[in-house]
């Protein structure tokens, strides 16, 4: 998982706003749109970034169609030492 968190979250261009995104979503689950909003940027781009964290394991979604609303995974939460590492470096 250490891996998947680092070339996820720091290993590509996109990798700082999934580390704000991520932080986001430890603090209280939320769907696209508030992101969007939160971050100013793009709907798109921000379902882009949700769907390489859910794609990667790093994010779940409730099933709902609409709204659907997102949250770190259990095994990223086991992990957050290594997220909170990278998060600092990226920010950095």
């Known amino acids: 998982m ?21 932080r986001a979503l ?4 939320r769907n696209a749109n508030q ?6 940027l793009a709907y ?4 882009h970034h949700l769907d390489v964290l859910e794609n990667n394991g790093v994010v779940e979604s409730s099933e709902a169609d609409y ?3 997102y949250l770190p995974t259990d095994r990223t939460r086991n992990h957050w030492d290594t997220v909170e590492t990278i ?3 990226v920010e950095g």
């Open 2 to 22: 250490d891996t998947v968190l680092w070339q996820t979250l720091a290993g590509t261009r996109g990798g700082p706003n999934r580390a704000r995104i991520l």
């Open 26 to 29: 430890d603090e209280r689950p």
């Open 35 to 40: 992101l969007a909003e939160e971050f100013d």
């Open 44 to 47: 798109n781009t921000i379902r």
């Open 67 to 69: 709204g659907t609303v």
């Open 87 to 89: 998060i600092t470096q």
